[in-house]
């Protein structure tokens, strides 16, 4: 009797039929797995940022009319990075580190980021009287800040992002490290003011969060103009490698690293609008410029003494690119300028 080939084609066709619904139900698992990672990632993110909220004292800065909105207009962001950590117990009386004030054209796709040097002598409202700019938040926290930074630079700061020691040492853990160009040899203190704990070669390379902070807080070598530079360099970088495809799901720790060490006046939907700056796969043009000036030591103590010229060319650049006032193509003087890809 001839053996059938039954039973053969049945399992064949069996595992035929498995194939396919593998392959049809493959992409779906993967479709729903994305969908509930954005889901997360979006209740997350309202979470940690509403967290990090602080009302505002004021509804809107004194140099506007109208409220704005970033989803809208062009608007300013006051970023702080404040010297306090837990070895320092200085949360109230802590100065500002670095600061940047940051605008951002809408329609340009543009940023520009100004570093203000922290031993700037200007008029701090809160006080009434000169001293460095690094000081009006141990005066007055961010209030001082915003106020002493709106009367130097005669635009309004519409929102303000303070960040400690422990913030960035996180964002940039959470991005598995950054590259840089260190310009020079140098021994630095940790974030928790170890010191000699960091040592980095010259050249470029992939720092991690600790080795970036010193990088961007050192200046025994040169100067607080080049402390500036540097520390814009490396915000570029971890904004480059933050919105880059590579690093979506590092999203969760980025947001924990933020969120634990950030206040903010900005709410959840005013962030959202920033964010996608740098998610629509668009060019980020970002421009960075320093406040020019000179050394300058009464009685002393030290301070860095801008030049009026530099800083009236600068406040009409930032006015230009708020769209406050009309005027001519902006200067470039003092000016460089990092295009980010947010599609790289």
């Known amino acids: 009797m001839a053996k059938t080939n039954g039973p053969r084609i049945v399992r064949r066709r069996k595992r035929k039929l498995r194939k396919r619904a593998f392959f049809v139900f493959l992409p779906m698992m993967l479709l729903l797995a994305a969908g509930s990672y954005a889901g997360y990632l979006y209740f997350k993110a309202d979470k940690v940022f509403s967290d990090s909220y602080v009302e ?159 990088l961007a807080r050192t200046r025994k070598l040169d100067n607080d103009i080049e402390r500036g530079k540097r520390q814009q360099e490396i915000l570029s970088a971890v904004i480059k490698k933050s919105t880059s495809v590579n690093s979506l799901l590092k999203y969760d720790d980025l947001m924990q690293a933020v969120g634990d060490n950030m206040t903010t006046n900005m709410t959840f939907n005013e962030m959202k609008a920033f964010i996608q700056y740098g998610t629509k796969g668009t060019n ?27 800083l009236e060319e600068t406040k009409g650049l930032l006015k230009r690119h708020l769209d406050l006032e009309a005027g001519a193509a902006q200067s470039t003087v003092g000016t460089t300028q990092d295009s980010t890809s947010s599609g790289s």
């Open 56 to 214: 505002d004292e004021r509804e809107k800065s004194n140099l506007r009319e109208q409220v704005v909105d970033p989803g809208k207009d062009h608007v300013s962001v006051l970023i702080m990075g404040v010297d306090s950590n837990e070895h320092r117990n200085n949360a109230s009386s802590a100065r500002t580190d670095a600061l940047m004030l940051a605008t951002f054209n809408k329609d340009e796709k543009s940023v520009n980021l100004v570093s203000i040097p922290r031993d700037s002598l200007v008029y701090i409202p809160e006080v009434g009287y000169e001293d460095k700019i690094n000081h009006a938040h141990a005066f007055g926290g961010p209030k001082a800040t915003i106020e002493t930074v709106e009367n130097l630079l005669d635009i309004p700061v519409d929102y303000y992002v303070k960040l400690n020691f422990h913030a960035f040492v996180d964002v940039v853990d959470a991005l598995n490290g950054i590259s840089v160009d260190v310009p020079y040899e140098f021994t630095e203190s940790n974030s928790m003011d170890k010191k000699g704990s960091i040592h980095l070669m010259p050249g470029e390379q992939t720092v991690d969060g600790e080795e970036a902070l010193a």
């Open 284 to 310: 980020i043009e970002i421009n960075s410029h320093t406040l020019e000036g000179y050394d300058y030591q009464p009685s002393g103590t030290y301070y860095w003494a801008l030049d009026q010229t530099s």
